[in-house]
């Protein structure tokens, strides 16, 4: 099948041809075009957010799980619990080993093989985040100091990739740990193993709630929240600011080459943050506990 002559087309097609001709060209020339008249490609202005959604338990393999849509990024997270031997010098202390697959399937700019270094960096960031925030304390994974405690093993995989995939992630993440329930478990010093209840589950000990908002810094002036697919590799840098629900502080990162963020534009980003994070709890968590 031959490919329609342009003079086939309508005005409005050949525009939109056009459009799409000149942001594969030129993607930043396109975005400048756009932030000139106060607006993003897909229709957003500067500080406006995606919509966000949450299904929480549609995994029934897995001892807790979440699926989180951030506009069009979908990433799917389980939680596995298996039992271990502590480590000698933390005889009262579980863990919690999260990771984040970004498989080719979710997006062209993914290869088929081994984990990307994105998948990896993000999968540390994520670790840091969650044991940083004390979102569970690994004492409470504790079944038997010195002998038996809980490995949480909470694995994302992203679905769709539309950019943002830090703040998708680790939504589903700490809604995955927010839903999970593990067996009751004892341990029998006399046979010197741990017996798990099947019928009795018990939730888990959540104490905080942390979740990331990140901001785009682009041509060192626009601040672009939730920056999508397209947006991300224009960026000078990228701002996380991860806040819990009494709107406390856990971390502030800055990837990227660009310059350091001065606190003119840090503050309005952590104040965008606090205020985002009551919406997506009051919306998203609301409706999910």
């Given at each position: 099948?031959?490919?329609?002559?342009?003079?086939?087309?309508?005005?409005?097609?050949?525009?939109?041809?056009?459009?799409?001709?000149?942001?594969?060209?030129?993607?930043?020339?396109?975005?400048?075009?756009?932030?000139?008249?106060?607006?993003?490609?897909?229709?957003?202005?500067?500080?406006?957010?995606?919509?966000?959604?949450?299904?929480?338990?549609?995994?029934?393999?897995?001892?807790?799980?979440?699926?989180?849509?951030?506009?069009?990024?979908?990433?799917?997270?389980?939680?596995?619990?298996?039992?271990?031997?502590?480590?000698?010098?933390?005889?009262?202390?579980?863990?919690?080993?999260?990771?984040?697959?970004?498989?080719?399937?979710?997006?062209?700019?993914?290869?088929?093989?081994?984990?990307?270094?994105?998948?990896?960096?993000?999968?540390?960031?994520?670790?840091?985040?969650?044991?940083?925030?004390?979102?569970?304390?690994?004492?409470?994974?504790?079944?038997?100091?010195?002998?038996?405690?809980?490995?949480?093993?909470?694995?994302?995989?992203?679905?769709?990739?539309?950019?943002?995939?830090?703040?998708?992630?680790?939504?589903?993440?700490?809604?995955?740990?927010?839903?999970?329930?593990?067996?009751?478990?004892?341990?029998?010093?006399?046979?010197?193993?741990?017996?798990?209840?099947?019928?009795?589950?018990?939730?888990?000990?959540?104490?905080?709630?942390?979740?990331?908002?990140?901001?785009?810094?682009?041509?060192?002036?626009?601040?672009l929240v939730d920056p999508t697919s397209f947006e991300e590799p224009l960026l000078?840098?990228?701002?996380?600011?991860?806040?819990?629900?009494?709107?406390?502080?856990?971390?502030?990162?800055?990837?990227?080459?660009?310059?350091?963020?001065?606190?003119d534009v840090l503050m309005p980003c952590i104040a965008a943050a606090r205020k985002?994070?009551?919406?997506?709890?009051?919306?998203?968590?609301?409706?999910?506990?």
């Open positions: 099948m031959t490919e329609p002559s342009t003079s086939a087309l309508s005005k409005a097609e050949q525009d939109a041809l056009r459009a799409q001709t000149f942001q594969r060209l030129h993607p930043k020339a396109y975005l400048e075009r756009f932030l000139a008249e106060n607006v993003r490609p897909d229709g957003r202005g500067l500080d406006e957010w995606r919509d966000v959604s949450l299904n929480v338990g549609s995994i029934s393999t897995a001892d807790g799980s979440a699926l989180v849509r951030l506009g069009d990024t979908t990433v799917v997270c389980g939680v596995k619990a298996e039992i271990a031997e502590p480590e000698l010098d933390i005889p009262e202390d579980g863990y919690i080993v999260p990771n984040l697959d970004l498989p080719a399937i979710c997006s062209p700019k993914f290869k088929p093989g081994p984990p990307t270094e994105e998948a990896q960096v993000l999968s540390d960031r994520l670790n840091e985040v969650l044991i940083s925030s004390g979102v569970v304390s690994t004492k409470s994974l504790c079944i038997a100091p010195g002998k038996a405690v809980w490995v949480l093993y909470v694995d994302a995989t992203c679905m769709n990739y539309d950019g943002n995939a830090f703040d998708a992630t680790l939504l589903a993440m700490v809604a995955a740990l927010r839903n999970t329930r593990l067996p009751k478990a004892t341990y029998d010093e006399e046979a010197g193993r741990t017996m798990c209840s099947r019928k009795n589950r018990i939730p888990l000990q959540i104490n905080r709630l942390p979740l990331s908002m990140s901001f785009g810094i682009f041509d060192t002036m626009h601040v000078d840098s990228t701002i996380s600011v991860t806040v819990d629900e009494n709107g406390g502080l856990v971390s502030v990162t800055q990837l990227g080459l660009g310059i350091v963020a001065s606190q985002r994070h009551a919406n997506v709890v009051k919306d998203v968590f609301g409706s999910n506990s």
